[in-house]
């Protein structure tokens, strides 16, 4: 969902058409700017991406007429889809869910809208027009703020109902409240299955590298006993695996100098020989990771042999056969494996040669 920077402005990840009725649609940063008047995307969050590097697309405010839902006959396959009316020509965007449509959707309408000042706000040589005479159908017309559209080179001039509906003028401007939850989202499709212990949470996020400091985007896993990150979701191999046991804090970066300073949304994690600086792609996203990288770090300290019990408990083979942990002893209704890894054996048989009620459970 989007998420208000240091800058006041909005931000997020969107998938955007490529070209209008292609189909293919691109995954962009978006950053609309009320200041500057314009909508920008990019490749990545601008921090992360090369000195000087600028935006892929840009779209004045005051070309977009219109903001809305797109219907099903629109784009009848693609969920949580909006688009822009802008001149003549329409974007069409996808959110990650609906919290995000909805939040985007109001966010560009608001900061699209045109209005004129109200009769307290104008300036004082107004004052001169109206001592002069005016028809009687003037004086009786009441002043109403309007909304001025430029629709196919037209500019067209629509009222608005200052008492509901399409006002909102007592909130304030830039302070966004609408938009105070956010969550990052990468779409799964071509993702890897999964491996080993279930995952309790995965996502992408920005680490910044050990040596060279640089930036970059990786795919990040979190399970029972360690954390590891990817190049891309589709990878099956780690760039590297953080051990849970290891981990000594994990907290939000509130402590910032130099390339941290202006990063949002940074949290690090501490571990015994390295911390790690991780950039989410938003608030609530950043907090997400601190609680359940804390819960499993507290979960391991509690209960590590359970954990570690359960871990390999999964390795054993399919079709009923379970791992006899020691030659000669009592398998408890276990059958012997010819896969049976000797290390695993050894650690089975060191923590519990015969876990209670498994046996039972294997010889029914």
Partial sequence: MPYVDRQNRICGFLDIEEHENSGKFLRRYFILDTQANCLLWYMDN??????????????????????????????????????????????????????????????????SKITVPKVGSLPLTTEVIKSLPAPPALEKKPQVAYKTEIIGGVVVHTPINQNGGDGQEGSEPGSHAILRRSQSYIPTTGSRVPSGPPLIKSGYCVKQGNVRKSWKRRFFVLDDFTISYFKCEQDREPLRTIFLKDVLKTHECLVKSGDLLMRDNLFEIITSSRTFYIQADSPEDMHSWIKEIGAAVQALKCHPRIHFFDSLWKLRPLGGAQLCPVQGAATCGREKSPLQSPLCGFLLATLDPCPPGRGQAASS
Avoid: H
């Avoid at 007429?65 to 069409?92: D, G, H, M, W």
């Fill in 46 to 111: 601008p921090q992360n991406l090369a000195m000087g590097a600028g935006a892929v697309g840009s779209l004045q405010l005051t070309y977009i007429s219109k903001v809305s839902i797109a219907t099903p006959k629109q784009k009848p396959k693609t969920p949580f889809c909006f688009v822009i009316n802008a001149l003549s020509q329409r974007y069409f965007l996808q959110a990650n869910d609906q919290k995000d449509l909805k939040d985007w959707v109001e966010a560009l309408n608001q900061a």
